[in-house]
C-alpha cells in the first residue's frame, strides 16, 4: 500500500487501474461498523458486512472503467469513499460511448441479482438460518445491499447512473450541451426531493447525499452552459476544432 495524496491509500493496482481508499472511508467505517454491533454474535461479521457493501461497489466501479475502455475512452483511477465510489472515467465525446461507460456499472450489480438470490435462497432452503445464523445473517444483508445500490443509482437523478443515462439518451437528441442541462435540471429537482426526504426521515446519510448531488449538479450546470456557448460558435465558425469529451 502506498500513499496517494488527496485520493487517499492506493491499496492495488489492477489492468493499469489505481484503486484508492480515501482517507474519509476508515473514519466512516470505524463509525458504522461499531453502530450495528449487536446485529451480529461477533464483530467480525459487522466487519464482514462492511467490506462486502463495498467490494459491490469496487465492481461496480470496474464495470465502469473497463466499458469506457472498450469504447476507446481513458479510465485509470478508482476512489472508494464514504459515500460509494467514483471511477474516474472520460469517455470518447460520443452519446453510444457514454452510455455504455455508464450503463455498464449497474449491468454488473443486476449480473449479481441472480447469483446472489440464487445463494441465498439455497440456504434458506438448506436450514443455514439455522444452522449458521450469522453467515445467513451477513448473506441477506449482500443480497440487499447489491439490490438496493441498484435501484438508487438507477433512479434519473444527475450525477447518479440512472441520471447520467438520461442524460446519454437525450443526447442523441439535443446534443452533448443541452442534453446536460436537461439532465442537471432534474438532478436539481431530485436532489431537493432528497433533502425533504432526509428531513422526514431523520437520516443525515440522506442529507449528505443530496447536498453532494446539488453541488455536482450546480458544477454540470455551468459546465452545460460552456458546453452550449462552445456548440453555437462552432455553429457560427465551423472551421474551430472540437473540444474536449464532456
Known sequence: MQPAGENGLRIFRVAGINVYLHWYWFLVAFYEINARNGKYSSIVWNILEYLALFVIVLLHEFGH???????????????????????????????????????????????????????????????????????????????????????????????????????SLLWFIFGRGRSLMIATAIGFAGGIGLIGLAIWSQSIWTG????????????????????????RTQQTNPAILSGDAQ
Open 65 to 167: 472503467a473497463l466499458a469506457c475502455r472498450q469504447v476507446g475512452g481513458i479510465a485509470d483511477k478508482i476512489v472508494l469513499w464514504p459515500l460509494g465510489g467514483v471511477a474516474y472515467v472520460s469517455p470518447p465525446p460520443r452519446p453510444g460511448a457514454n452510455l455504455w461507460s455508464i450503463a455498464a456499472g449497474p449491468l454488473v450489480n443486476v449480473a449479481l441479482l441472480p447469483l446472489l438470490f440464487g445463494t441465498y435462497f439455497y440456504g434458506s432452503s438448506a436450514g443455514w438460518q439455522l444452522a449458521a445464523p450469522d453467515a445467513f445473517r451477513w448473506l441477506r444483508a449482500v443480497v440487499y445491499m447489491n439490490a438496493g445500490l441498484l435501484m438508487f443509482n438507477v433512479l434519473p437523478i444527475y450525477p447518479l447512473d440512472g441520471g447520467q443515462i438520461l442524460r
Open 208 to 231: 449528505i447525499i443530496a447536498v453532494y448531488l446539488l453541488m455536482n449538479c450546480w458544477s454540470s450546470w455551468k459546465h452545460a452552459q460552456l458546453l452550449l456557448q462552445y456548440e
